[in-house]
């Protein structure tokens, strides 16, 4: 059970040979509200002398909705590879190809721990955006973006720890993209 959400980041890739990705130092997004994520598996059963004889679920693709405050200008470009003038003005087009991103966050549990997560490679979409007059009272209209998550290039999707804020692990969660022991030196110099 989660009671809380904060502390929103995302990092750029850059994919190495094989698909390896090296991710740049974690950029906060916004003041977010909610993430809703939710995963698709392609499943298989095989029957066998009248009964099942395997059964296998493999990880597909996720998908990720976030509630945000607001989105920053160069955060927008960057999400949706979009180009950005001196003037901060953003240009949307037809080519505009938007990138893989490792999007992390932090959820509070009950007890004083956190859940830490980190999905690794993300693209999002162009946000729907709603506008509305002001009336009698007043009404805010915030945006969401979406986006789809997929494994990466050794079959990980999501990096996933709980605990106290206090621990070691959780001090630098989100400070950078958070790598297998083992793998960590390899991609992330």
């Given amino acids: ?4 959400l904060k502390d929103l980041v995302y990092s750029t ?3 190495g040979e094989g698909g390896v990705p090296t991710y740049a130092t974690p950029k906060k997004l916004a003041e977010v509200m909610t993430a809703d994520l939710s995963v698709t598996t392609a499943e298989g059963t095989l029957y066998a002398d ?7 679920k493999e990880f597909v693709k996720g998908a990720l909705k976030l509630g945000i405050k607001d989105l920053e200008t160069e955060d927008v470009a960057t999400l949706l590879g979009q180009e950005v ?3 901060k003005v953003i240009y949307g087009g037809a080519d505009d190809e938007p990138p893989y991103v490792a999007v992390g966050f932090r959820a509070k549990k009950t007890g004083g721990k956190y859940r830490y997560i980190w999905l ?3 693209k999002f979409k162009i946000p729907n955006e709603k506008f509305q007059t002001k009336g009698e009272a007043i009404q805010f209209n915030t945006p969401e973006i979406e986006g789809e998550f997929f494994k990466r290039h050794d079959g990980r999707w999501k990096a ?10 959780a001090k630098t969660f989100l400070t950078k993209v958070r790598e297998p022991k083992a793998a ?4 992330n110099p």
């Fill in 1 to 4: 059970m989660t009671i809380g």
């Fill in 13 to 15: 890739i850059t994919e």
């Fill in 50 to 56: 009248d009964a099942v004889s395997e059964s296998v």
């Fill in 85 to 87: 003038d001196d003037d």
């Fill in 120 to 122: 690794y490679k993300v």
């Fill in 160 to 169: 996933d720890y709980t605990g106290l804020e206090t621990s070691e692990v």
């Fill in 184 to 187: 960590a030196s390899a991609s």
